[in-house]
């Protein structure tokens, strides 16, 4: 029944159910241990034409999309409030991919900071990790994030450290743009939205990416 819904959802945005079902960009990616409806919903909603009009567009239309497939799924607010995440991390990583910034890394786990998943992450012969948090909504969550860079700097104090937002709020958004311009943010660096996204993958062009030493990382799911 859920394949049903989600074709004919296809059907009325106006995509072929059959090219959406080979177009699965989070089952080719590898990352996933557990195949299940959150990634079933992102696969059958992306649409990777939306790179023409932009990172920017395409981070935000996809999860848009993802929200508004999920809900006609019947899925709660709830449940789709907690699939956001990982969508947004996917799209990232499928943006990255698409642009040729790879290898990077899906929550990677550095040996000398334990527990403390990254959602995206880089490793470049110029800083060392450049890190991506990927964060739906701001809220409070970019405190969190800047404790976590806290943490990741005290082992590489040349990292960067970025948080990726998908926030509407634009006087929230700019509110803590000022906090990490005035240093009130102990170690992110900057804030990306989809009205700036786009800037970050044009610096990330510029890095010469490479893999860890083996002794670096102590987990994560690799995207080449």
Same mark, same amino acid.
């Given at each position: 029944?859920?394949?049903?819904?989600?074709?004919?959802?296809?059907?009325?945005?106006?995509?072929?159910?059959?090219?959406?079902?080979?177009?699965?960009?989070?089952?080719?990616?590898?990352?996933?241990?557990?195949?299940?409806?959150?990634?079933?919903?992102?696969?059958?909603?992306?649409?990777?034409?939306?790179?023409?009009?932009?990172?920017?567009?395409?981070?935000?239309?996809?999860?848009?999309?993802?929200?508004?497939?999920?809900?006609?799924?019947?899925?709660?607010?709830?449940?789709?409030?907690?699939?956001?995440?990982?969508? #947004?991390?996917?799209? =990232? /990583?499928? @943006?990255?991919?698409?642009?040729?910034?790879?290898?990077?890394?899906?929550? $990677? *786990?550095?040996?000398?900071?334990?527990?403390?998943?990254?959602?995206?992450?880089?490793?470049?012969?110029?800083?060392?990790?450049?890190?991506?948090?990927?964060?739906?909504?701001?809220?409070?969550?970019?405190?969190?994030?800047?404790?976590?860079?806290?943490?990741?700097?005290?082992?590489?104090?040349?990292?960067? #450290?970025?948080?990726? =937002? /998908?926030? @509407?709020?634009?006087?929230?958004?700019?509110?803590?743009?000022?906090?990490? $311009? *005035?240093?009130?943010?102990?170690?992110?660096?900057?804030?990306?939205?989809?009205?700036?996204?786009?800037?970050?993958?044009?610096?990330?062009?510029?890095?010469?990416?490479?893999?860890?030493?083996?002794?670096?990382?102590?987990?994560?799911?690799?995207?080449?």
């Amino acid at each position: 029944m859920r394949r049903v819904l989600l074709a004919v959802l296809l059907l009325l945005a106006g995509r072929s159910p059959t090219l959406a079902a080979t177009n699965a960009p989070v089952r080719e990616l590898g990352i996933v241990r557990t195949y299940g409806e959150s990634a079933e919903i992102f696969d059958h909603t992306v649409n990777l034409a939306d790179f023409d009009k932009g990172v920017g567009y395409f981070l935000l239309h996809t999860i848009q999309n993802c929200r508004s497939n999920a809900a006609a799924h019947e899925k709660t607010p709830q449940s789709i409030g907690s699939m956001g995440g990982s969508w #947004l991390e996917w799209a =990232t /990583l499928i @943006a990255l991919k698409h642009k040729g910034i790879v290898p990077a890394y899906w929550q $990677a *786990e550095f040996a000398a900071v334990p527990n403390n998943f990254n959602d995206v992450t880089l490793w470049t012969k110029e800083h060392g990790p450049v890190i991506i948090s990927c964060k739906t909504s701001l809220r409070e969550r970019y405190k969190q994030a800047d404790l976590e860079a806290v943490a990741l700097r005290a082992h590489f104090p040349n990292a960067k #450290l970025f948080l990726l =937002t /998908l926030d @509407a709020d634009r006087k929230h958004l700019a509110r803590t743009r000022r906090k990490i $311009a *005035e240093k009130e943010l102990l170690a992110l660096q900057d804030i990306y939205a989809e009205d700036n996204v786009d800037e970050l993958f044009t610096f990330l062009k510029t890095l010469n990416l490479t893999e860890p030493d083996t002794k670096i990382l102590r987990s994560g799911k690799m995207v080449r």
